[in-house]
């Protein structure tokens, strides 16, 4: 059974590029959550998915930033016009439809901006 | 002040203590409780979840929650080397508030 998965691991991008990053959630889990651990800093959360909807982004800065979670494929996150200060590990994270609400969390992608 | 305080250590045992870690938080919400386990630079992996207030054993971890205290704790018993990691509380009010609020981790380090 295999766990959340992310991909690229790792991820560097020059300022102004765009970066997308990827989460394909547990085998049966509905709901999908971004989670950013910014160096020295604790895990921070972004924004909160189902398929084709976005149930809570009151995590997420209000420009450049965007996700999806479409009906068919992995949710995507994705960066517009990076800054240094984007660079940080991004964690995605699913859980079941019903309770328990237990979440379970992917390896990560570490963005690096240059 | 922040939602959910956690000591960040470092806390340093020798091999084969007990060792407690803990929480507190402020959001009267919050009925869901986690501890995560996080190696450096990997995911956080899940060790006990926990629901309202009571005990959770698994193992050599328990897991405790006062929710008349705001307080959570989680103890590891006969401590290992391979237990040195970051503990991270987390904590989330449920229903349609599932996003988890996390404290700022605890570095454990077990001596051998």
């Known amino acids: 059974n295999a766990g959340v998965m992310q991909n690229p691991r790792h991820l560097v991008r020059r300022r102004g590029q765009e970066a997308r990053l990827r989460c394909s959630p547990m085998k049966g889990h509905s709901h999908v959550y971004w989670y950013r651990q910014l160096p020295e800093e604790g895990l921070k959360f972004m924004v909160y998915l189902q398929k084709e909807n976005i149930i809570d982004e009151s995590g997420m800065p209000k420009e450049r930033f965007s996700a999806e979670f479409p009906k068919e494929g992995p949710s995507i996150l994705r960066i517009q016009q990076v800054v240094r200060g984007d660079s940080a590990a991004y964690f995605c994270?699913?859980?079941?439809?019903?309770?328990?609400?237990?979440?379970?969390f992917g390896p990560g992608t570490r963005l690096t901006v240059t | 002040q922040k939602e959910v305080e956690q000591d960040p250590g470092p806390l340093s045992v020798p091999e084969g203590a007990i060792v407690s870690l803990n929480c507190t938080y402020s959001n009267s919400a919050f009925q869901y409780f986690m501890w995560y386990r996080q190696y450096s630079r990997k995911g956080p992996e899940l060790l006990m979840y926990t629901y309202s207030s009571g005990n959770k054993e698994d193992g050599r971890f328990t897991a405790q929650v006062d929710k008349s205290s705001k307080y959570i704790s989680l103890f590891i018993r006969d401590s290992q080397p391979s237990d040195s990691a970051t503990y991270l509380c987390a904590m989330s009010a449920g229903g349609s508030a599932r996003q988890l609020t996390f404290g700022s981790g605890t570095q454990l380090t077990v001596l051998p």
């Open positions: 994270a699913s859980s079941p439809w019903t309770g328990p609400y237990e979440q379970y």
